[in-house]
Antibody, heavy 121, light 107 residues
Framework: EVQLLESGGGLVQPGGSLRLSCVASGFTFSNYDMSWVRQAPGKGLEWVSGISSTGGSTFYADSVKGRFTISRDKSKNTLYLQMNSLRAEDTAKYYC??????????????WGQGTLVTVSS | DIQMTQSPSSLSASVGDRVTITCRATQGVSNSLAWYQQKPGKVPKLLIYAASTLQSGVPSRFSGSGSGTDFTLTISSLQPEDVATYYCQKYNNDPLTFGGGTKVEIK
């Protein structure tokens, strides 16, 4: 059974930093691209960042480019999101999602339960 | 970047009704379109990929169609357990943009 377990969320002041982690199990982590998707309270889904299976390619939404860094550690089966210079508008539940490559792209066939990030003074 | 627009943003229908949600892309995405269901307080769940292929375990009352820029998710006979917000997502290239969502309620 695939499991994605996020952690690292919490309350942080504007301008602060947090590192989110997502521990994967039940599949060969190093074979799959992964993403972070967020959802602000009462709002829709927003793709934040993605990383290739090898870690060699990373992608970011314009809203987080230059502030967030995605990475992965295959020895620990763990996906990370380093979030710096946090803003109130980054307040959201952050989901880790496993990509399934199909055709010309990848969709999300597995999601974690999410970790809540609140940016407030 | 390609934008995805869903309509309506919300709807209310009776049990047994046929429900249709549309998703439009600002540029063609071929058939690289997925639909997700998110029940209140729950994690999103994949319903359909490749515009019309039902994910394993998803009830057959759900169906998808379309290609290029215009897509449709149909629930042939709405059930109480279908109360949720539905999102489309294009995945032909990055960014993997979602539509704004359609909230489905029971009348």
């Amino acid at each position: 059974e695939v499991q994605l377990l996020e952690s690292g969320g919490g309350l942080v002041q504007p301008g602060g930093s947090l590192r989110l982690s997502c521990v994967a199990s039940g599949f060969t982590f190093s074979n799959y691209d992964m993403s972070w998707v967020r959802q602000a309270p009462g709002k829709g889904l927003e793709w934040v960042s993605g990383i290739s299976s090898t870690g060699g390619s990373t992608f970011y939404a314009d809203s987080v480019k230059g502030r967030f860094t995605i990475s992965r550690d295959k020895s620990k089966n763990t996906l990370y999101l380093q979030m710096n210079s946090l803003r109130a508008e980054d307040t959201a539940k952050y989901y880790c999602a496993k990509e399934y490559h199909y055709g010309s792209g990848s969709y999300y066939n597995e999601w974690g339960q999410g970790t809540l990030v609140t940016v407030s003074s | 970047d390609i934008q995805m627009t869903q309509s309506p943003s919300s709807l209310s229908a009776s049990v047994g009704d046929r429900v249709t949600i549309t998703c439009r892309a600002t540029q063609g995405v071929s058939n690289s379109l997925a639909w997700y269901q998110q029940k209140p307080g729950k994690v999103p769940k994949l319903l359909i990929y490749a515009a019309s292929t039902l994910q394993s375990g998803v009830p057959s009352r759900f169906s998808g169609s379309g290609s290029g820029t215009d897509f449709t998710l149909t629930i042939s006979s709405l059930q109480p357990e279908d109360v949720a917000t539905y999102y489309c997502q294009k995945y032909n290239n990055d960014p993997l943009t979602f539509g704004g969502g359609t909230k489905v309620e029971i009348k």
